[in-house]
């Protein structure tokens, strides 16, 4: 049986679409994100501009930048805030963490809630101490997979565990099933990022998995 030998010319295609895709992708579409971006949110910002001037003005608090537009749905729970802040800058409200910057343009920035879904940070069950890995699941819900018989207890605040403590959530429910070695915490978020207007933002970078 005669045995098969890779092709150099294939080997050399493959490795050419390989880093075109890269460049692709660093070139092409992270840019395009930060245009469109630019365009949106000097546009939102526009219209923000006309409806207070309309409506007579509205006194911003001191240190906070407005939340401009927000998208929340069982894929995503993203929201645009009026000004430029570095990726992976922590967004909050108050003393408790609300969000990631994940896109910077010029005049606004792209912000994912640490409750949408897929998003994952670490933090500790503050009463007890135990790290917790926890996963947004939407609906300003995050939920953790902990050993059964680890400390953990409805009205538990969880915090976050990188630098400045910051609150993450509070634990509202444990679903413990007999044949699981693992029980589910289910952590709420004290904020509604749903009718949220105004956050802070902190230039502190979030180490995210």
């Known amino acids: 049986m005669k ?27 992270v840019p395009a994100q930060r245009i ?17 001037a309309v409506s007579g003005g509205v ?13 929340a749905d069982e894929f995503q729970n ?14 909050v409200s108050g003393d408790t963490l609300v969000g990631v910057v994940v896109a910077r343009g010029s005049m606004a ?27 947004g699941k939407g609906a300003l819900l995050l939920e953790a997979r902990l050993p059964r018989g680890t400390d953990v207890q409805k009205g538990d605040a969880i915090v976050e565990d990188q630098g400045t403590p910051l609150g993450i959530g509070v634990v509202v429910d444990i679903i413990d099933s007999p044949s699981d070695p693992f029980v589910t915490v289910i952590v709420q978020s004290p904020v509604n990022i749903y009718t949220l207007s105004y956050v802070e933002t902190q230039e502190e970078i979030v180490n995210l998995l």
């Open 109 to 135: 920035s792209k912000v994912e809630a640490i409750t949408a879904p897929g998003f994952i940070l670490h933090g500790t069950i503050q009463r007890s101490g135990v790290p917790a890995e926890l996963h």
């Open 3 to 29: 045995r098969r030998s890779v092709s150099v010319r294939i080997i050399i295609i493959a490795v050419i679409l390989f880093f075109s895709t890269i460049a692709l992708f660093t070139k092409i579409l």
């Open 59 to 71: 006194t911003i608090p001191e240190g906070v930048v407005r939340i401009i537009a927000r998208r």
């Open 36 to 52: 469109v971006l630019d365009g949106l949110g000097g546009l939102l910002l526009g219209v923000r501009s006309f409806s207070d």
């Open 78 to 91: 993203t929201f645009i805030i009026s000004a430029s802040v570095a990726e992976g800058a922590k967004v």
